[in-house]
């Protein structure tokens, strides 16, 4: 699985938008990007996942560029229940191996009043 | 209201008493899997069930037993607890592979002493 790096932590101002980068530089072409959080040893929570294009739902927004070597997690307004760490992952399509997931650091992300 | 349950969310016991965890989904999901979060050592695979009656070891399977008898049901079992399984562990399931997102139990804490 390709390895991620991403900054230690960041701090974010309520209300404003907060982008999360990652790198995954040798990310292969049947390799998914995948972006999850964790609230203080609450259950993990999936947040959203692309392959090549940009991807948005109800909570956040992933950019993904055309050479598939970094993304950019977006959330759009962010609030003091997004405080949380999050982990960018890079995850092989249809094997079991590929649902193995392995948290490595991870973002530790600080919404600020 | 799509949910991963996991009982008991807290216990303490005594080396050597056996234990059950239990997890539970209301989603038809065929993937499930069990992990343990230990400080520094991140998300760590124990075991993982494709479907009814698959089951297969993960990372970290050494103390634990599962069984997948029903398609909502994914117990972990404790023959022998030892204090090094003093641990906080999440259930997880999912339709299927990716591209299929994980969702995770709220965690059960488990200390043996």
Partial sequence: DAKTTQPTSMDCAEGRAANLPCNHSTISGNEYV???RQIHSQGPQYIIHGLKNNETNEMASLIITEDRKSS???????????TAVYYCIVRVAWTAAGNKLTFGGGTRVLVKP | EAQVTQNPRYLITVTGK?????CSQNMNHEYMSWYRQDPGLGL??????????VTDK????????????EKRNFPLILES?????????????SLGTVPYEQYFGPGTRLTVT
Avoid at chain 1, 72 to 82: M, S, V, Y
């Fill in chain 2, 81 to 93: 607890p030892s204090p090094n399984q003093t641990s906080l562990y999440f259930c997880a399931s």
């Fill in chain 2, 58 to 69: 993960g990372d970290v399977p050494e103390g634990y037993k599962v069984s997948r008898k």
């Fill in chain 1, 72 to 82: 950019t997690l977006i959330l759009p307004h962010a609030t003091l229940r997004d």
């Fill in chain 2, 44 to 53: 760590r695979q124990i075991y993982y069930s494709m479907n009814v009656e």
């Fill in chain 2, 18 to 22: 056996k234990l059950t965890v239990t």
């Fill in chain 1, 34 to 36: 995948y972006w999850y």
